[in-house]
Every structure is written in C-alpha cells, then in structure tokens.
C-alpha cells in the first residue's frame, strides 16, 4: 500500500558537521510534507513543512528539499549540535479525497540521529 | 493553557475495563487529531476532528475505539472492552486549522494488563 517511510533507521554524525535525513514517499497525490522531532519522552515537534509547489525551503538551520519526480524528501541541519539528537520523522498529507479536503497526516517510520563527539 | 495537555499520563487497567484518555488543545485550535504510537514508530492517525465534527476516523482500528469533540474543544477517545494490544502511547495534536503544523500533547501511556 502507500505509505511515507524512511531510507535508514540510524545515522551518526560528528558535532559541527551536516545531518541529511531521506525520506521516501510512494502517494503521488500528496502536496504537503512535514517533519517532526520527537526527543525522547516527548511528543513530536514541528520543525518544517513544505507544500508540493515548492522544491526547497529553509529555516533556521534546517533545510527541507523536495523532488516530486522521484517522490523524495530530505531534511538538512546545519552544523549538528548535541541538541538534535532526537527520532526524526517525515509524514505527508493528501488534500484531497474523492474531491474532499482531508487534512489525515500520515507519518513515516523515523530516523534515529546520533550526534558523535 | 500554554500547550496541549493530556490526562491521564499514566493509565494502567485490566482487559475488558474501559478506558477514558482525555485531550484538551490549545486554546482556539480547531482541529484536533488523535494518535497512537508504538514504542520505536512513528504516531499512528486515528481520527480527527474539526470543531466538533469528526472528520476522518478511518484510523480507528476497531468498533470498541471512538472519540468525541462534543463542544469543539475537549476531546475524549475511548477505548472499550480493552485488550493488551491496545497497550500504547496515546497522542493528542491540535492545530489552528487542518494540516497546518501540529502541537503535539505529552501523551498518555496505556497499559493493558
């Protein structure tokens, strides 16, 4: 069936340097895209969003790029500090169902990021 | 209040009791979402609401789960007869309106013995 999900479970990366986190989508017909952090014992955060008639939009120290035609996502953060150590999760939305607004967001499986010191 | 709340954060109850997991959002948020997330995965959709009407509850995995919104702000997702795979975290999120960026509560951990 279609479902978001996510390249790797696990990535390590050394302080100071850039985390990319993929993610995979299968659902053509989704146009709004969002990720979360959720440290542990905590609830999920928003981070960024992005909308389908776009390809890339930046925050603060975080990148989200995205390639309709190969149904990809990623996340970029910049100089990857102890403080983002977190489960990091894509998810998606379909505006429409049978021509009806759906605001359903469906998440994908997460990726862990460790941050090497 | 300033965030999402939840309550109970801890339920514990034996098969076949039933269950009240109470969600209350931000204050003038009108949608609210329900989910359910295992230990490891990403939160499971279970329902939502806008105001007080329940828009989607293709989520809800079986007859014993509904929730209701009943005055637009509140939420209350039950669980009846349960059973030990209903064991997880509950989530609450609350939105200003549809699928813009969610604020999610702290949750509330059910364990079904």
């Known amino acids: 069936g279609e479902s978001v999900g996510l390249h790797l479970p696990t990535l390590s990366v050394q302080e100071g340097d850039n985390s990319i986190i993929n993610c995979a989508y299968s659902?053509?017909?989704?146009?709004?895209f969002i990720w979360y952090k959720q440290e542990s014992g905590k609830g999920p955060q928003f981070i960024i969003d992005?909308?389908?008639?776009?390809d890339k939009r930046q925050g603060q120290r975080v990148t989200v790029l995205l390639n309709k035609t190969v149904k990809h996502l990623s996340l970029q953060i910049a100089a990857t500090q102890p403080g983002d150590s977190a489960v990091y999760f894509c998810?998606?939305?379909?505006?429409?169902?049978?021509?009806?607004?759906?605001?359903?967001?469906?998440f994908g499986k997460g990726t862990r990021l460790h941050i090497l010191p | 209040g300033a965030g999402v709340s939840q309550s109970p954060r801890y339920k514990v109850t034996k098969r076949g009791q039933d269950v009240a997991l109470r969600c209350d959002p931000i204050?003038?948020?009108?949608?609210l979402y329900w989910y359910r997330q295992a230990l490891g995965q990403g939160p499971e959709f279970l329902t939502y609401?806008?105001?007080?009407?329940?828009?989607?509850k293709s989520g809800l995995p079986n007859d014993r789960f509904s929730a209701e919104r009943p005055e637009g702000s509140i939420s209350t997702l039950t669980i009846q007869r349960t059973e030990q795979r209903d064991s997880a975290m509950y989530r609450c999120?609350?939105?200003?309106?549809?699928?813009?960026?969610?604020?999610f509560g702290p949750g509330t951990r059910l364990t079904v013995l």
């Open positions: 999120a609350s939105s200003s309106f549809g699928r813009n960026s969610q604020f």
């Open positions: 992005i909308r389908s008639n776009m």
């Open positions: 204050s003038g948020h009108v949608s």
């Open positions: 998810a998606e939305n379909t505006a429409t169902r049978s021509g009806n607004r759906d605001d359903k967001i469906i």
């Open positions: 659902n053509s017909a989704s146009d709004y």
């Open positions: 609401f806008n105001y007080e009407a329940q828009q989607d």
